[in-house]
C-alpha cells in the first residue's frame, strides 16, 4: 500500500551535482525506512543509503560515502538523494525503496519505486 515514485535524474558531467527525490504515498511515511538503491545495465541492484524513520540514522555504500547524502522530510512523505561529484561509475537506474528494517539488503525492503536514470559521462 506505499506507492514510491522517483525524479531528479538526468544526464550530467562527472563532478557535477544533482538531487533525486522520492515522493511516497500514504500517511504512514515516518514509520519506514527508505534506502536508495542503484542499477546499472547488466549489473545486479546496489545498495546506495538508507535512512531510519527519524533520518537519525544513515547508511551509505562505500562508493558513495561522502559524496552522497540521504535525508528525509516525514511531512512532504520524501526522502533525498544528493549527489555530488558524481562519477562515471554512478550511471544506473535509481530506485527508492520502503521497509521496516534498517539495512543494506535490498530483500528486506517491501516497496520500491519505479526508477530515475541516472547519466554522468566523462
Known amino acids: 500500500q506505499v506507492q514510491l515514485v522517483e525524479s531528479g535524474g538526468g544526464l550530467v558531467q562527472a563532478g557535477d551535482s544533482l538531487r533525486l527525490s522520492c515522493v511516497a504515498s500514504g500517511r504512514t511515511f515516518g514509520r519506514h525506512v527508505m534506502g536508495w538503491f542503484r542499477q546499472a545495465p547488466g549489473k545486479e541492484r546496489e545498495f546506495v543509503s538508507v535512512i531510519g524513520q527519524s533520518g537519525g540514522m544513515t547508511m551509505y555504500a562505500d562508493s558513495v560515502r561522502g559524496r552522497f547524502t540521504i535525508s528525509r522530510d516525514n511531512a512532504k512523505n520524501t526522502v533525498y538523494l544528493q549527489m555530488n561529484m558524481v562519477k562515471p561509475e554512478d550511471t544506473a537506474v535509481y530506485y527508492c525503496?520502503?521497509?521496516?528494517?534498517?539495512?543494506?539488503?535490498?530483500?528486506?525492503?517491501?516497496?520500491w519505486g519505479q526508477g530515475t536514470q541516472v547519466t554522468v559521462s566523462s
Open positions: 525503496a520502503a521497509g521496516d528494517v534498517f539495512t543494506r539488503l535490498g530483500g528486506r525492503y517491501d516497496y
